[in-house]
């Protein structure tokens, strides 16, 4: 079936420095999303890409839907101790199921 | 403020028992989604509806039944608990499964089999 190859697995960083991560896919999808959960929490959508090349800022948070649409990256600048989680993309195919395949995860932790 | 709600929200189980996870949401959503999650394999689609009554297999249907009596009621059920069911279930909603209409997640289920 589809994947989706998240990297990185891991992230230590220090506050104030810049985060990035992204996924890879075999398969081309028609909406790339990206979560973050929290601990004991489900996912909660960051920011959602509707259209290939598409370039979108939610605050400190930066995503793009790759021109091949089988790849996005997310960008998170100047980092702070709350942006410690788990980070999933997640891609849509062209069906109207809704049906999701995400990545592994990328956890990140920030050192204050 | 309720969105999606999930439970109970942890359940120890025997191998070869039963139980039944209820997903409740309060925001008139047609679509709803069970996903399982395990350490360092994000989320697995398991089955999903697209309306009352209706239900469809996701990624890894095995071992697991569903139904969707009721548009806000999503109920997944082990008949026969295994341990490598072991894992965080959880349950999403959407309006539509049009790509410009995200998935809400509940907080999970931990379901521990022994």
């Known amino acids: 079936g589809q994947q989706l190859n998240q990297s990185p697995q891991s992230m230590f960083i220090q506050e104030g420095e810049d985060v990035s991560m992204n996924c890879t896919s075999s398969?081309?999808?028609?909406?790339w999303l990206w979560y973050k959960q929290d601990p004991g929490e489900g996912p909660v959508l960051l920011i959602a890409l509707y259209k290939a090349g598409e370039l979108t800022s939610n605050g400190r948070l930066t995503a793009q839907f790759g021109i091949t649409r089988k790849d996005s990256f997310l960008n998170i600048s100047a980092s702070i101790p709350s942006d410690v989680g788990i980070y999933f993309c997640?891609?849509?195919?062209?069906?109207?199921?809704?049906?999701?395949?995400f990545g592994q995860g990328t956890t990140l932790q920030v050192k204050p | 403020n309720a969105g999606v709600t999930q439970t109970p929200k942890f359940r120890v189980l025997k191998t070869g028992q039963s139980m039944t996870l209820l997903c409740a949401q309060d925001?008139?959503?047609?679509?709803m989604y069970w996903y399982r999650q395990d350490p360092g394999m994000g989320l697995r689609l398991i089955h999903y509806?697209?309306?009352?009554?209706?239900?469809a297999k996701g990624e890894v249907p095995d071992g697991y039944n569903v139904s969707r009596l009721k548009k806000q009621n999503f109920l997944l059920g082990l008949e026969s608990a295994a341990p490598s069911q072991t894992s965080v279930y959880f349950c999403?909603?959407?309006?539509?499964?049009?790509?410009?209409?995200?998935?809400?997640f509940g907080d999970g289920t931990r379901l521990s089999i022994l």
């Open positions: 398969s081309i999808f028609n909406t």
């Open positions: 997640a891609g849509q195919l062209g069906s109207n199921t809704g049906k999701l395949i």
């Open positions: 999403a909603s959407s309006p539509r499964g049009a790509g410009n209409q995200p998935q809400h």
């Open positions: 925001m008139n959503h047609e679509y």
């Open positions: 509806s697209v309306g009352e009554g209706t239900t």
